[in-house]
């Protein structure tokens, strides 16, 4: 009838938007939040609720439950509160997040000295994947042009191609060996060589982690060897 309902709408680890808002009335928060309490007609109330989106948190994966809880206002005043109330758990899947790598802009350096990229120097690589926690990444490093690249250091890291000291190279480690490799990487062009080499950083986190399979990054900075 045209009697108002108030329904209670929540979820723990996402967001809730009703199709729409029209003729209802929000006692407690708001549309696009994560709790919130309406009254309205019932045909506004299933109107709203005809289309309910729930989208859960920034990379959050794992069981949520949205709770609804509909109680029937008794304006009339006679009788108790009537009450009904529902759960519906909501299995959110992991999906794989890409890797995403930090690469400071141009860089210049002297002809046969050496160019460091490190946090001293404002030009610091680093990479970053948010659900790789202890899984094994790889990152490909290399230079066009002859150069050497030699990291700061190779404890907890596997070379799946070339060494450390050489023009190009594969690791693998966790994200946190890996940018300490990075945290001092050094470059060394070519005896003699001057004009624009290119460094290259590619990362893939081997799908490791959720749906979608393996995921890169991949970025390039350019060296002017003067």
Do not use: K, R
């Not at 990229?117 to 899984?135: E, G, M």
């Not at 070519?190 to 990362?203: K, R, V, Y």
């Amino acid at each position: 009838g045209s009697s108002p309902f108030q329904v209670t709408l929540g979820v723990s680890d996402g967001t809730l938007t009703l199709a729409t808002t029209s003729d209802l009335i929000f006692v407690v928060g708001d549309d696009g939040q994560s709790s919130m309490t309406i009254e309205g007609a019932i045909s506004a109330i299933n109107a709203g609720l005809t289309g309910l989106v729930y989208a859960p948190f920034s990379d959050f994966n794992g069981l949520d439950q949205l709770s609804i809880e509909t109680s029937e206002l008794d304006n009339a005043g006679s009788g108790d509160l009537e009450t009904d109330t529902s759960t519906v758990n909501i299995d959110v899947q992991s999906v794989n997040d890409p890797p995403v790598n930090t690469v400071s802009g141009p860089q210049t350096v002297d002809e046969d000295e050496v160019l460091v990229f490190s946090d001293d120097n404002n030009n610091q690589l680093f990479i970053a994947d948010v659900d790789a926690v202890s899984d094994l990444v790889q990152v490909t490093l290399g230079v066009s042009d002859g150069g050497t690249l030699t990291l700061a250091t190779t404890s907890g890291l596997s070379f799946v191609e070339g060494v450390n000291g050489q023009s190009s190279m594969t690791i693998e480690g966790t994200v946190t060996a890996i940018n300490a490799g990075l945290s001092a990487l050094a470059y060394a062009p070519s005896p003699d060589f001057n004009g624009i080499d290119q460094l290259s950083l590619e990362t893939s986190d081997l799908g490791n982690t959720g749906t979608g399979g393996s995921q890169t990054d991949t970025d390039t900075v350019d060296i002017d060897v003067q």
